[in-house]
Each structure stands twice: as C-alpha cells, then as structure tokens.
C-alpha cells in the first residue's frame, strides 16, 4: 500500500526567500515520485519526477527535490520565491506497475511582495 | 497541441438529475483517469482505463459509471446526482510501462443543488 503526507497545509514565504514543501511517503515497493502544481482553476502541471535515477531531481522554474530513501522523504525546495510561485503543490507517490496515484492533501503556497 | 480536454468547464445540476462529463486526450496514451478534488484531500481516484476497452475502480466509484468510447476518450456519468458529488473533476492521462506523469486537463466544476 502506499501513501502520502504533506506536512505543512500552507506555507507563507516572502519574494526572494526560499521555499521548502515537506513530504513523506510510505510505499511497499521502490517508488516512483513526483511533485504536481495547480494554480487557481487550473489542473495540475508536473513539476518534477523521480524514477529511482538520480536521488537530486530538478524540475521546471528553479524547483528541486531530493528522495531521501532512509527518511522517506522528498521535500520540495526553491532557492528564491516568485509571486507566480502562488499555488497548491501535490506531493504524489506510485507504486503501481502500470502508473495508479496517490496523492497528499496539498500544500497551498502564499508569496508576499 | 490540446492535451487533454474536458468539458463542460462548468455546471450546475439538480439533485437526481443525470450528466457526462467528457474528456478527450490528443496524445495517444492508453490510461486514461477521472479524480474528484474536494478541499484538503487532494485527489481521489473515481475510475481509471489501463487501455481500450478495459475500466477499472478506483478509490471513490460509488454514484459513478464510465465508459472507455475509444484510444483518445474517456467519459464519466452521474446518473442520479446528489449533493456530495459537489466536486471538480479532473480527467487526466499517461502512456503504459509503469509509473509514469499524468497529464491533467483543467477540470470541471461541479455544483448539485
């Protein structure tokens, strides 16, 4: 079985400062997973994945994560925020053989000027 | 290049009235997938097709039905409406061969009075 936990429901940041989204997962298999975007009434965007490459992923607008597999973890930073960085993030894990989701209840991002 | 498509964007419905929600995709994957998003839950899986011709439930089918109409779409039926399937609803994509992205359409949203 696997499951998802964002550890934060919102996170307030200024412009400029860094941005971390806490995730922790449980899976029964080697994992695969991915961090989704979603600003206001839009679906989701990937932002990044991991497939048991590389432990450091870098995805799309200056996002990073790292799976750390000892702390089931795979936190989602940002060195300096933009205010189009405003959004919900949806950490996501799969253990599935053909690509079933899981998804955390969402972090929602505020970025004050 | 669409992506995916749903539509309507938007609706309104009477409790027990029946509706389809259509989603087509443009990218010749085989799964294709229905969510509904309530808030802080992230998304839940309602039905998923692996590939043509195949439909499987997923975490929340009760109320629904779908039907897998051909490669590129993917419907989704409330036959009898109720209050609690006040949700948007994401129909989304991928290709086969494990884990792999999702791609989202922008959703529907929907109200039953």
């Known amino acids: 079985a696997q499951s998802v936990t964002q550890l934060d429901s919102h996170v307030s940041v200024s412009e400029g400062t860094p941005v971390l989204l806490r995730c922790n997962y449980s899976?029964?298999?080697?994992?695969?997973l991915f961090w989704y975007v979603q600003h206001p009434n839009k679906g989701l965007q990937l932002l990044l994945k991991?497939?048991?490459?590389?432990?450091l992923v870098k995805g799309i607008n200056g996002f990073e994560a790292e799976f750390k597999k000892s702390e089931t973890s795979f936190h989602l930073t940002k060195p300096s925020a933009h205010m189009s960085d405003a959004a919900e993030y949806f950490c996501?894990?799969?253990?599935?053989?053909?690509?079933?989701?899981?998804f955390g209840a969402g972090t929602q991002v505020v970025v004050t000027p | 290049n669409a992506g995916v498509t749903q539509t309507p964007k938007f609706q309104v419905l009477k409790t027990g009235q029946s509706m389809t929600l259509q989603c087509a995709q443009d990218?010749?994957?085989?799964?294709m997938y229905w969510y509904r998003q309530d808030p802080g839950m992230g998304l839940r899986l309602i039905y998923y097709?692996?590939?043509?011709?195949?439909?499987d439930k997923g975490e929340v089918p009760n109320g629904y039905n779908v039907s897998r109409l051909n490669k590129r779409e993917f419907s989704l039926r409330l036959e009898s409406a109720a209050p609690s399937q006040t949700s948007v609803y994401f129909c989304?994509?991928?290709?086969?061969?494990?884990?792999?992205?999702?791609?989202f359409g922008d959703g529907t949203r929907l109200s039953i009075l």
């Open positions: 990218m010749n994957h085989n799964s």
């Open positions: 899976s029964s298999y080697s994992p695969s």
């Open positions: 996501v894990v799969s253990d599935d053989s053909w690509g079933k989701l899981q």
């Open positions: 991991y497939t048991s490459a590389a432990t």
């Open positions: 097709s692996a590939s043509e011709g195949t439909t």
């Open positions: 989304a994509s991928s290709g086969t061969g494990g884990p792999r992205a999702q791609h």
